[in-house]
């Protein structure tokens, strides 16, 4: 297992735009280490997914898998997924508001994301995906492709809702937890 250092806002790496990887290369043995590293810095973070710009390799790689998560108990589970080259469309206009957190921002803020998108991607064996993801999963799905084009939380989350977790958990916690959990209930994911 390698944990690899996570950086933090403020390190160039996490502004850049990350370039494609080949899809005739995924299965080579240096993106399968990558990936590998990838899940392994992510289980141990607790983190619900993880770019790979986030341990300093500037490529659109990003893996998300949410079990019980103690950072994110609201999310529901989402299987291990790595995506690479991802795309993402919105399929209807609808938002919601959720409060994100990140592990490369000390923070947690309100961020609005689409609540419908279409994804693709090819998997870590280079399959092709299609697929129609729905709430707090495809909310996940766009945080990580934020990443890929240099974008944070911060960036987008207007500032007056930024928090530190602590505060969060005093102020804001139990009342997100009841928005969202019943916008899951509504949406099914
Ligand atoms: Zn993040």
């Known amino acids: 297992m390698t944990v690899r250092?996570?950086?933090s806002i403020g390190n160039p790496l996490l502004r850049v735009r990350?370039?494609?990887?080949?899809?005739?290369?995924?299965k080579g043995?240096?993106?399968q280490r990558i990936i590998k590293d990838m899940i392994d810095t992510m289980r141990d973070a607790e983190g619900a997914g993880l770019a790979a710009n986030q341990i300093g390799v500037t490529r659109r790689i990003?893996?998300?898998?949410?079990?019980k998560n103690r950072r994110y108990p609201y999310k529901p589970p989402i299987p291990l997924t790595v995506m690479i080259?991802?795309?993402f469309e919105p399929i209807y206009q609808d938002t919601v508001m959720i409060n994100e957190g990140c592990l490369s921002v000390p923070l947690r803020g309100e961020v609005e994301?689409?609540?419908?998108i279409r994804m693709r991607y090819f998997d870590e064996d280079g399959n092709k995906h299609r697929e129609v993801v729905r709430g707090l999963k495809a909310a996940t799905f766009q945080?990580?492709?934020d990443h890929l084009d240099g974008v944070l939380i911060t960036?987008?989350?207007k500032a007056s809702t930024l928090t530190t977790w602590d505060e969060f958990a005093a102020h804001g916690r139990k009342e997100f937890i009841e928005r969202i959990t019943a916008f899951v209930d509504e949406i099914g994911s």
């Open 5 to 7: 250092p996570i950086l």
């Open 18 to 26: 990350s370039e494609k990887v080949d899809p005739e290369d995924i």
């Open 29 to 31: 043995r240096k993106w």
């Open 62 to 67: 990003v893996v998300v898998e949410v079990k």
């Open 85 to 87: 080259n991802p795309r």
């Open 113 to 116: 994301r689409f609540v419908n």
């Open 143 to 145: 945080h990580e492709c």
């Open 155 to 157: 960036d987008r989350a």
